[in-house]
């Protein structure tokens, strides 16, 4: 039974959409987007043929990144004067890696009324089927494009001991995962979710290198869109760094780049390079 709603005027609803199956849009979200006066949205076309599908008539309005900051007090005007407004995605929740932060902050600023319609985020429905804790996550949206920005990123997370969930592309898959594994590892455990909730959604747990073997082993296998999860880390309570090492990277630090003191004594003392790097960061912080 659809439930009754009643669209309030000058309010903003922030209405999740399906990330796939389009069966997954809830039927408040749906009552929303048949009721309100306006629905702005990331890619009206894209939009357009989702709405259709519900059979809802609804006036689209473009909102994306290109145009969000010039077009936020627009929208705010038309609030203002008593409009209620619908904003969508291309799919699942706004905001979470899609357009939508200025308006709300300006809608905050102008202090009105901001209501979420829950649903589906593909980051916390990859999540609840990874294996991996929960409890505790950290979120980090697509990497950087450029492998020396990406691999500079990821080792500020070497040690981080919380769930880390990634969306990625299918072109930057393959250079992400090896990028990965570098920084981190070849063994460590890797949790790929692909096209959920599509009729192609697999999800698979493996360390990163044997992943990697299984992607480049059917290039199908790399078309999609990705949430890439890793375990946090775990410190070996028996994985103590020789003292004399310690001090001789804090000597090289003096007169070398921290990279380049932290290969040295990773292969004077057979450590791990990554680790020697995080520990010169810290003493520097």
């Given amino acids: 039974m659809t439930p009754a709603i009643n669209i309030e005027p000058s309010c903003l609803y922030i209405v999740a959409t399906p990330i796939g199956n389009l069966g997954d849009i809830t039927l408040r979200a749906i009552e929303v987007l048949k009721h309100v006066d306006l629905v702005a949205a990331e890619d009206t076309r894209h939009s357009g043929l989702l709405l259709q599908h519900l059979d809802i008539q609804a006036k689209l309005y473009p909102l994306h990144d290109h145009n ?154 790399q078309k999609g869109e990705f949430v890439l999860m890793l375990e946090g880390y775990q410190k070996d309570p028996n994985d103590e760094l020789d003292p004399t090492a310690i001090k001789l990277l804090q000597r090289l630090q003096q007169e070398l780049p921290l990279k380049k003191a932290a290969a040295i004594v990773a292969e004077v003392y057979g450590l791990k390079k990554n680790q020697l790097y995080q520990l010169g960061l810290e003493a520097k912080s």
Avoid: M
């Fill in 68 to 221: 969000e900051q010039q077009k936020a007090a627009l929208l705010i005007e038309k609030l203002k004067s008593g409009l209620s407004i619908a904003l969508i995605s291309d799919a699942g929740t706004p905001l979470i890696n899609d357009p939508g932060y200025h308006l709300v902050k300006a809608c905050h600023q102008a202090q009105i009324r901001i209501i979420p319609i829950p649903g589906a985020c593909a980051a916390i429905t990859a999540l609840c089927v990874s294996g991996l804790p929960t409890d505790r996550f950290c979120y980090e949206g697509f990497l950087p494009a450029k492998s020396k920005a990406r691999i500079d990123y990821l080792t500020q997370l070497i040690q981080e001991p919380r769930t880390l969930v990634f969306y990625e592309s299918t072109h930057r898959i393959i250079d992400s995962l090896q990028d990965i594994a570098q920084v981190f590892g070849e063994n460590k455990l890797v949790v790929l979710a692909k096209e959920l909730t599509k009729s192609w959604e697999t999800i698979i747990r493996l360390p990163v290198n044997q992943l990697l073997s299984w992607l480049t082993d059917d290039e199908n296998r």
